[in-house]
């Protein structure tokens, strides 16, 4: 099956060149410079420095070329994602479309697949997601994603496409629950991150992140996604991942935000768009998710990290 990744950002460059090492595989990005430095010098020396392109990678800044493939690969952020597709619908009309990116839209409080569903309803629609950094996949290491498509034939055709040497893919047909585990995990990682930025402790962060898993069940189950899901790849395995290292850049927001650091505006933080569309989606069901209200209040200055974990700490008890 052929495959071109839409998206030159460091995820989308990991993944085609994992991808090559089954075939040939084309590579967009809609900065025709970038295209040029990356052709020259088989690197992509912006996003993802020290990682070669194979040869049989071909980098384009033409669309319509690389939407000659049949699956696509949508490595662009999530805010991002709509936009892209109604720019291009003429060449994306038909195709399997498969989401890279994890998050909630902020105007629409949707994921990724009911983005795709709404504005491109004619193409196929499939979401990759759960625990990987760009560079653990680039170098070849060892990594386990979920494949999430609502089509039980075409999600075993990706998966024998898109499964490589070093990218070991498991299949689901919850498309909601695997939207949802990889979205709040990014919100539950910048809670994590403020706490051990402000030195409470990894009893704390394991804390954080029990609770908080609590919530992305809570909101899955709500929803009428498979609370089995979150137990997998796209929920515990991505939570486990990014609540523990500063690769993750929303655990570095967190960690910026605990520390009482500037953090650089340029870098695309999904769970900070993610937090904010999920607080309102709650409070509209009357669902009660503290923790990503509290790390709403963190990052728009209302709360404070101290007034944070008072306003946890001092919630009523109740059985587990």
Same mark, same amino acid.
């Given at each position: 099956?052929?495959?071109?990744?839409?998206?030159?950002?460091?995820?989308?460059?990991?993944?085609?060149?994992?991808?090559?090492?089954?075939?040939?595989?084309?590579?967009?990005?809609?900065?025709?410079?970038?295209?040029?430095?990356?052709?020259?010098?088989?690197?992509?020396?912006?996003?993802?420095?020290?990682?070669?392109?194979?040869?049989?990678?071909?980098?384009?800044?033409?669309?319509?070329?690389?939407?000659?493939?049949?699956?696509?690969?949508?490595?662009?952020?999530?805010?991002?994602?709509?936009?892209?597709?109604?720019?291009?619908?003429?060449?994306?009309?038909?195709?399997?479309?498969?989401?890279?990116?994890?998050?909630?839209?902020?105007?629409?409080?949707?994921?990724?697949?009911?983005?795709?569903?709404?504005?491109?309803?004619?193409?196929?629609?499939?979401?990759?997601?759960?625990?990987?950094?760009?560079?653990?996949?680039?170098?070849?290491?060892?990594?386990?994603?979920?494949?999430?498509?609502?089509?039980?034939?075409?999600?075993?055709?990706?998966?024998?496409?898109?499964?490589?040497?070093?990218?070991?893919?498991?299949?689901?047909?919850?498309?909601?629950?695997?939207?949802?585990?990889?979205?709040?995990?990014?919100?539950? $990682?910048?809670?994590? *991150?403020?706490?051990? #930025?402000?030195?409470?402790? /990894?009893? &704390?962060?394991? =804390? +954080?992140? @029990? %609770?908080?898993?609590?919530?992305?069940?809570?909101?899955?189950?709500?929803?009428?996604?498979?609370?089995?899901?979150?137990?997998?790849?796209?929920?515990?395995?991505?939570?486990?991942?990014?609540?523990?290292?500063?690769?993750?850049?929303?655990?570095?927001?967190?960690?910026?935000?605990?520390?009482?650091?500037?953090?650089?505006?340029?870098?695309?933080?999904?769970?900070?768009?993610?937090?904010?569309?999920?607080?309102?989606?709650?409070?509209?069901?009357?669902?009660?998710?503290?923790?990503? $209200?509290?790390?709403? *209040?963190?990052?728009? #200055?209302?709360?404070?990290? /101290?007034? &944070?974990?008072? =306003? +946890?700490? @001092? %919630?009523?008890?109740?059985?587990?």
């Amino acid at each position: 099956m052929s495959v071109s990744v839409l998206g030159a950002g460091a995820f989308g460059t990991a993944l085609a060149i994992s991808l090559a090492g089954k075939g040939a595989v084309t590579l967009w990005s809609r900065d025709a410079g970038h295209v040029a430095e990356m052709a020259e010098s088989r690197e992509n020396a912006r996003r993802l420095p020290g990682m070669p392109l194979p040869q049989n990678l071909n980098v384009t800044s033409e669309l319509q070329q690389a939407a000659q493939n049949r699956v696509l690969l949508l490595a662009v952020p999530m805010q991002q994602l709509r936009r892209m597709l109604d720019a291009h619908r003429a060449e994306l009309t038909g195709k399997v479309l498969v989401a890279c990116c994890k998050g909630i839209e902020l105007t629409t409080g949707l994921g990724p697949i009911e983005v795709m569903r709404e504005a491109l309803p004619e193409a196929h629609h499939a979401l990759l997601t759960g625990p990987s950094f760009a560079a653990d996949i680039a170098m070849g290491l060892p990594t386990a994603l979920t494949l999430a498509c609502a089509d039980p034939d075409l999600g075993k055709s990706l998966q024998q496409s898109l499964n490589t040497a070093n990218l070991r893919l498991y299949r689901t047909t919850d498309t909601l629950g695997a939207e949802i585990g990889g979205a709040l995990k990014n919100v539950i $990682a910048i809670a994590c *991150g403020a706490v051990i #930025g402000a030195g409470l402790g /990894d009893s &704390a962060r394991a =804390a +954080l992140m @029990t %609770r908080g898993y609590a919530e992305m069940q809570r909101l899955a189950r709500h929803l009428g996604a498979e609370a089995d899901t979150l137990a997998g790849l796209s929920g515990f395995g991505d939570l486990a991942l990014t609540c523990t290292s500063t690769l993750s850049r929303n655990y570095r927001l967190g960690l910026a935000l605990g520390r009482g650091e500037v953090f650089d505006p340029t870098v695309t933080v999904e769970g900070a768009a993610t937090a904010h569309a999920t607080d309102a989606k709650a409070r509209a069901m009357g669902l009660d998710m503290p923790i990503t $209200a509290c790390v709403v *209040g963190l990052l728009d #200055g209302k709360l404070t990290l /101290d007034a &944070a974990m008072t =306003a +946890l700490l @001092t %919630r009523p008890l109740k059985e587990e």
